[in-house]
């Protein structure tokens, strides 16, 4: 299984980004793919994920701005970020794993910066 995210850059605060993460392989039949944040010496935190029924979860801190969804046929799921705050600056990470535990695999970061 790889995953491949993009679409991360330099964003002023209350602007727009959408991040992309596709997968290629596939070893679970239900799974949780989304997105974690790590931060500068902060620890990895979850900010949305999105299981193969549908199932949505998100952080608290990005409830009401930020929105994920998939397209199955493409293997790819979309993390639609709006209203970016300066504390929204992080390496958003990729995920891909079974459900109720750590993700199995990770992607690649992609820098998500917002200037105020």
């Known amino acids: 299984v790889q995953l491949q995210a993009s679409g991360g850059g330099l964003v002023q605060a209350g602007g727009s980004l959408k991040l992309s993460c596709a997968r290629s392989?596939?070893?679970?039949?239900?799974?949780?793919m989304g997105w974690y944040r790590q931060a500068p010496g902060k620890q990895r935190e979850l900010v949305a994920t999105l299981t193969n029924g549908g199932s949505t979860n998100y952080a608290d801190f990005v409830k009401g701005r930020f929105i994920i969804s998939r397209d199955n046929a493409k293997n790819t799921v979309y993390l639609q970020m709006n209203s970016l705050k300066p504390e929204d600056t992080a390496v958003y990470l990729c995920?891909?794993?079974?459900?109720?535990?750590?993700?199995?695999?990770w992607g690649k970061g992609t820098q998500v910066t917002v200037s105020s």
């Open positions: 392989g596939s070893i679970f039949s239900i799974y949780r």
């Open positions: 995920s891909y794993g079974a459900l109720y535990r750590t993700p199995d695999y």
